[in-house]
DNA sequence: CGCAAATTTGAACCAGCTCAACCGTAGTGG
DNA sequence: CCACTACGGTTGAGCTGGTTCAAATTTGCG
């Protein structure tokens, strides 16, 4: 299916998708070229847009090159709970490709650069490359692994473990689509989304930044985070990296063989 | 890539996974063929045991035709969540195509049986037969809405209405496969698993369980349910079916469009 | 029948909530 | 340039949904 191309290291990697595919698969100059010739139609969102409406109908499909996009739930009630955040690298509203209305919102908590597909047109690509429904596979299961680490935190970590939890996610998964400067990341999340991220009140979202800083773990102002004692936040966390499975472990022998796959 | 199958209702179909496809898909005679190529090692689990180790090795990828799965994360502390819960139609370590090893425990709630496959050999009857990848997509894709669906629930409904949510998605979730009598409906999980979804105690989920009762919207006892008042059920969870994705939208052109994409 | 596991109930406690007030900073319009 | 507003963050005080502990009861099962 696909000849032998030219492995390249994650530094030389243009888009973000293939700097986050590089953690697990062999990035080689034929994938790149395949996304390539992908990525043509790329749109920039303004900061709050919203890109899909809840109860709303799907429309494209996006692939995020940079900037933050938030998927959540407004209920009756009035309160709002953020399912999970999409950054570089991770394709948005996928759903669109089997279901024609959203049960969430999505909307831009950065300005946001991203490439744009019409759902069928993405058929079409994967249908010219199977490769492509590789990492499409493989992104759904890192997101689902990312959903199911989120209901452990919800479910039994207490709000300190889980705002520990959630800051070691964001980093490990900066880190994989190059950003640089760990220790002064930026993270343009306000306490209020952090609290409907992690389901808890605004107030002891607050409440648990001040004390992470208090105790020399973190300190979260401005979007700026700084992280004072790594090891100590992941420790508070039970942070274990392994369910972003950014562990290579396919060669391209193995991605050939999924791509024939899914 | 199909002929055209003949179409068949959901009482003549005979596997789960087909009842559950009809939901959504336009399940044919063409289908139906397929998988029954492609079932035909199963096997036979008894109760309490245990398919995947947490932190062991995947093994095979399981299709559940009868029996109820959960995949649960044990915690140092000692505590223990349950991010889903499989259910005839379900397909189980799904993951065990890409990755190697398994961040959470997967045990049978019940004598289970499956259909069994190596993982290897899916992947060929996906080559062979491209209308099971739209399958296997669309079996993500409802997993993930659960998934999402339950961190709403962790994250931002009180106990009481979480319990009436997990409810109705069960309810819902085996009326699609064809279970009768809806009003006295067996569900095979203790309350100290059922408090292990809903991420709270023991002891709360059982006083909880006892007020729905006292207050005539449900009865739960040795694993039988009845359901007193299914619309106040649902008004108490705030449960919109739509997650689930049972509303066929899928003809058979567009399964088939589906099928050459992933 | 007898053991082990699951359920039930009460009582005391606490993590996280709500309410309420206040602060700081960035517009924005006069 | 200042006054005004809006929005995000901060802090204290009191409250409550759900926890933990402990003990009794029921149920499943060999």
């Keep these: 299916m696909l000849t032998e191309g030219e492995h390249v290291g994650l530094a030389t990697l243009t888009r973000a998708i293939l700097k986050k595919l590089s953690g697990f698969f062999d990035v080689d100059t ?3 070229a395949i996304f390539d010739d992908v990525c043509k139609s790329s749109v920039d969102l303004a900061a709050n847009s919203v890109l899909v409406e809840q109860s709303g109908d799907y429309g494209d499909v996006f692939l995020i090159e940079s900037g933050w996009v938030v998927r959540s739930r407004n209920m009756a009630s009035g ?19 089997l279901f024609s209305q959203s049960d969430f919102e999505l909307s831009c908590k950065t300005d946001v650069t991203a490439y744009r597909f019409a759902s069928n047109e993405l058929g079409d690509a994967i249908g010219r490359y199977p490769a492509l429904s590789a990492a499409l596979f493989w992104a759904n299961a890192h997101e689902e692994s990312m959903l199911a680490e989120r209901i452990v935190s919800l479910g039994r970590r207490s709000a300190r473990a889980r705002t520990a939890h959630v800051l070691c996610e964001f980093i490990s998964r900066l880190e994989i689509v190059g950003v640089e400067d760990i220790e002064r990341l930026i993270i343009p999340i306000s306490q209020d989304d952090f609290a409907d991220i992690l389901g808890i009140s605004i107030v002891h979202m607050n409440k648990t930044l001040r004390a992470l800083e208090r105790d020399g773990v973190i300190s979260f102002r401005n979007a700026l985070l700084m992280v004072m004692n790594r090891d100590r936040l992941e420790a508070e966390a039970g942070f274990e990296a392994g369910y972003l499975h950014f562990t290579r472990r396919m060669d391209s022998r193995s991605w050939r063989s999924i791509s024939a796959v899914a």
């Design 30 to 32: 034929n994938i790149q």
């Design 79 to 97: 309160a709002r709970q953020i399912v999970n955040v999409a950054l570089p690298g991770d394709f948005v509203a996928l759903n669109a490709l």
